[in-house]
Nanobody
Framework: QVQLVESGGGSVQAGGSLRLSCAVSAYTSSTVSMGWFRQAPGKEREGVAHIYTSGSGVYYADSVKGRFTISQDNAKNTLYLQMNSLKPEDTAMYYC????????????????????WGQGTQVTVSS
């Protein structure tokens, strides 16, 4: 069983930055695809970014492209999401997720093929 624990959320003003972290109990031995998702109140969970644990396969939602950066530190078993130029519409609960299988491009930002999920960390951006 893979456990994911997110941290780093908080409240910031528009234009600010946050870095989310996701500690993974078995980063490369049991996971292949890693993703960040978010869910705002009353909305469906949406994909934000994806990366393979090999380091390839970086992919972003159009809404965050150029502002968010997904990265990983395999030695620390940690996934990151650097969020810059934050907007009020980025306000949501952010989740990291892991899959035991490689997810093809068209499905990287969908929730279907992820096997493990963290509990989430709240990000609130005020205008």
């Amino acid at each position: 069983q893979v456990q994911l624990v997110e941290s780093g959320g908080g409240s910031v003003q528009a234009g600010g930055s946050l870095r989310l972290s996701c500690a993974v109990s078995a980063y490369t031995s049991s996971t292949v695809s890693m993703g960040w998702f978010r869910q705002a109140p009353g909305k469906e969970r949406e994909g934000v970014a994806h990366i393979y644990t090999s380091g390839s396969g970086v992919y972003y939602a159009d809404s965050v492209k150029g502002r968010f950066t997904i990265s990983q530190d395999n030695a620390k078993n940690t996934l990151y999401l650097q969020m810059n130029s934050l907007k009020p519409e980025d306000t949501a609960m952010y989740y990291c997720a892991a899959s035991r299988r490689p997810i093809r491009l068209a499905l990287m930002l969908t929730t279907t093929f992820y096997d493990y999920w963290g509990q989430g960390t709240q990000v609130t951006v005020s205008s």
